[in-house]
C-alpha cells in the first residue's frame, strides 16, 4: 500500500505509548535498595511487579523493601506495595517491569421500567426474549443446555437469596479476591451487576411463558467477586481472580469466562497485564467472552480486555422493544466500535443487550443507584449494556461446548463469527459497517451446525505474543478523508467493488429504522481481518509522553509487504474517555 494516500490507523501507535508512570518498564543504572520507613509507607501505592517468574519479582520487591500484597504466576508477577523510593529502584533493576495497579469498571447503564410504566403480570411484553433472539431456546427443547460445561464470571459477585431456585448444585465455587492475598470467604454481591449477568447466561429459572431466563441453564457457574460495592475494582484483584481461574481450570472443568468489564487502553494490547492474563486463559483453552463497552457510536471505543485480538468481543443489539417482531431491531447506539488501536476489527459479533431484564439483589448499589423498582417481588431488574450481550453470547459458548467438547477456543470463535447473522437493508447490502456490528447477530442453531473451520486468529501466535518475540496489528486502516477500511496484505481496500457495502466506514449512524438479520447474507469471506500482520521489532518508543488530549502524528504509518514501518511518530492523537463497558 502506498503509505502516501492511506495512513494506518492513528491508534496503532496510539496504543504503543503509555502514562507517565502507569506502564514503566525502564531499564536504569542500578540504585540501592532504599531504607524502609513509616512516611514512605504511608505514601505508598499498589503495584504489578513483572520479571522471569513470580518467585523471581517477590525477591526483587523483597530487595527493594516493598510490601508483597499477592502472587500472580499467571503472569510471571507479584503485587505489591511501594513508595516512590522503591519504584525508583524496581525501575532500576534489570529484568522488572512495573504496572502501575488501574482501575476497571463494571459501571452500568440502566434501563429501568420507563415512563413510570410497571411491568404486568406478562413480563413477555416489556423485555427482550433473549434465548429466543439468538435461537437458545430452540437448543434448550432439544436438551442442549450447556449441561456439563462450567462457565466462570469475573464480576461483582451473585445473589445468595436466589442460589437455591436459580443455580443449586450447580454452583461449584464463590469466591472474594477484592483486598486479599488470594481467594477468600464470599462476601455476596452489594452491587448487582454480577448477579444480573451471570443470571442472564445461567439462570434455570423460568419466566410467565414458561422458558429459561438464561440462555445455559444447564451449565455449572463460578463466581469470582473481585468488583466492589460502587462496581469497581483493580487490576489486581481482576488479575488474582483470573490467575485461580486458570490454576483450577482442569479441576472444574472451566470451559468459558464471561469477563463484563473494561478499563481505558493505555499501551499495546500486550503490553497491558490485564490483557496479560486473558491471553494466558485463552492460551490454556478457556473461551474468554468480553463486552466491547457502551461508549460508543464513535469508533475506537473498544477496551480492556475487549481489545485483545483473540477474544470473543460482543457489541449490543436492542429489539426496540418488540421481541417478537425483528424487522424493527437494531444495533444499541450506546454500543463501542471498532477498530482498534492496533487495527483489529472490533467487536467480532452482537448479541442482546437492549432492556434485559434479569435477576437483581434487593437492595443493592445499582438499585438505589437508579432508584429502581424492582418487580415482581423485589427480584427483577431491567438495565442495558454489552455487559449483558456478552452473558448471553457467554450461554451461547456453553450450548455450543455442551454440543461438542472438544472445541477449541479458536473453532468457537470461528464458527460463533461464521454463523453471524448480519444486518442489512432491503437491497442485499450491510446496515452497519464491521467495524460496528462486527459478522453479526450470533445464532446458537447455527453455530452448533457450523462446519467452518481455520476462520478465527489466523496469522496470530498467541505463544509468540506472550513469549514476547512477536505482536500483531489487524487489518483496518484508515484513508486520508478519515473512513475507515479493512485492507487485504497489499494494502488494498478488501472487498472491491464491495467497498461501500460495510468494509468502508466514515462514522456515518443510523439507528432510527429495524434491519432484517439475515441468514443467508455473508460479507465475511475468509475472515479478512482475522488475519495477523506481524509487527517490526525495529521502532523504539520514547517514554516521558503523557496520553493526554490534544496530540496528533505528524506523519503516517504506513503498511508495506504486511510488516509495519513508523515515520517520524510523535506524540498520540486525542483519545475519548472510556468509563468502562456495561
Not at 237 to 253: C, F, G, P, R
Not at 295 to 311: A, D, K, Q, R, S
Not at 455 to 484: E, K, R, V, W
Request: aromatic share 10%; hydrophobic share 40%; charged share 10%.
Amino acid at each position: 500500500m502506498n503509505s502516501a494516500n492511506h495512513a494506518l490507523i492513528r491508534s496503532l501507535g496510539l496504543a504503543l505509548l503509555v502514562s507517565i508512570g502507569a506502564l514503566s518498564g525502564a531499564v536504569l543504572s542500578a540504585l540501592p535498595a532504599p531504607a524502609p520507613s513509616a512516611a514512605r509507607l504511608s505514601a505508598s501505592r499498589s503495584y504489578i511487579v513483572q520479571a522471569a517468574s513470580a518467585e523471581a519479582a517477590e525477591r526483587a520487591v523483597q530487595a527493594a523493601g516493598g510490601r508483597l500484597l499477592s502472587s500472580l504466576p499467571l503472569i510471571n508477577s507479584v503485587g505489591a506495595n511501594l513508595d516512590a523510593g522503591q519504584r525508583a529502584h524496581l525501575q532500576a533493576t534489570p529484568g522488572v517491569r512495573l504496572y502501575t495497579d488501574r482501575s476497571v469498571s463494571t459501571q452500568a447503564k440502566s434501563m429501568t421500567f420507563t415512563s413510570g410504566t410497571s411491568p404486568s403480570a406478562n413480563l413477555n411484553q416489556f423485555y427482550t426474549n433473549y434465548p429466543m433472539l439468538v435461537g437458545a431456546d430452540q437448543l434448550q427443547a432439544a436438551g442442549i443446555t450447556g449441561k456439563g460445561v462450567t462457565v466462570a464470571f469475573i464480576d461483582s459477585g451473585l445473589w445468595r437469596n436466589n442460589i437455591n431456585d436459580h443455580y443449586g448444585k450447580r454452583l461449584l465455587a464463590m469466591l472474594d479476591f477484592v483486598g486479599s492475598a488470594n481467594a477468600a470467604a464470599y462476601k455476596g454481591d452489594d452491587n448487582g451487576h454480577g448477579t444480573h449477568v451471570t443470571s442472564i447466561a445461567a439462570s434455570a429459572d423460568a419466566n410467565n411463558a414458561g422458558q429459561y431466563d438464561g440462555v445455559a441453564p444447564g451449565a455449572n457457574v463460578i463466581v469470582a467477586r473481585a468488583f466492589q460495592v460502587d462496581g469497581s475494582a483493580s487490576y489486581l484483584d481482576v488479575i488474582k481472580a483470573l490467575n485461580w481461574i486458570v490454576a483450577n481450570q482442569k479441576s472444574y472443568n472451566i470451559r468459558v469466562l464471561n469477563l463484563s468489564f473494561g478499563s481505558p487502553p493505555q499501551s499495546y494490547y500486550w503490553d497491558d497485564p490485564l490483557n496479560q492474563a486473558v491471553m494466558k486463559a485463552w492460551q490454556a483453552g478457556i473461551v474468554v467472552v468480553t463486552s466491547a463497552g457502551n461508549e460508543g457510536p464513535g469508533p475506537l471505543t473498544i477496551g480492556v480486555p475487549g481489545n485483545v485480538p483473540y477474544v470473543i468481543t460482543v457489541g449490543a443489539l436492542t429489539d426496540n422493544y418488540t421481541p417478537y417482531d425483528g424487522t424493527d431491531d437494531r444495533l444499541a447506539s450506546f454500543s463501542s466500535t471498532g477498530p482498534t488501536y492496533e487495527g483489529f476489527v472490533k467487536p467480532e459479533v452482537v448479541a442482546p443487550g437492549g432492556h434485559m431484564v434479569a435477576t437483581m439483589p434487593n437492595p443493592s448499589y445499582l438499585v438505589t443507584l437508579f432508584g429502581a423498582s424492582l418487580k415482581p417481588n423485589g427480584t427483577l431488574m431491567t438495565m442495558s449494556g454489552t455487559s449483558q450481550a456478552a452473558a448471553v453470547t457467554s450461554g451461547v459458548v456453553a450450548l455450543m461446548l455442551q454440543s461438542d467438547p472438544s472445541l477449541s477456543p479458536d473453532q468457537v470463535k470461528c464458527k460463533l463469527m461464521s454463523a453471524a447473522r448480519p444486518a442489512v437493508t432491503g437491497s442485499g447490502v450491510l446496515a452497519y459497517s464491521v467495524f460496528q456490528q462486527g459478522a453479526g447477530l450470533i445464532n446458537a442453531v447455527s453455530a452448533i451446525n457450523s462446519s467452518a473451520t481455520g476462520c478465527a486468529n489466523t496469522g496470530l501466535d498467541i505463544g509468540a505474543d506472550l513469549a514476547g518475540t512477536m505482536h500483531f496489528g489487524g487489518p483496518a486502516n484508515q484513508d486520508a478523508s478519515g473512513n475507515y477500511f479493512v485492507m487485504d496484505m497489499q494494502g488494498s481496500i478488501w472487498g472491491q467493488p464491495l467497498a461501500a457495502d460495510g468494509y468502508t466506514w466514515s462514522r456515518g449512524y443510523t439507528w432510527s429504522q429495524g434491519y432484517t438479520w439475515s441468514q443467508g447474507y455473508t460479507w465475511s469471506k475468509g475472515y479478512t481481518w482475522s488475519k495477523g500482520y506481524t509487527w517490526s521489532k525495529a521502532a523504539s518508543w520514547s517514554q516521558g509522553y503523557t496520553w493526554s488530549k490534544g496530540y496528533t502524528w505528524s506523519k503516517s504509518i504506513g503498511w508495506q509487504d504486511g510488516s509495519f514501518t513508523a515515520q517520524g511518530l510523535t506524540q498520540p492523537m486525542a483519545v475519548d474517555p472510556y468509563v468502562s463497558d456495561e
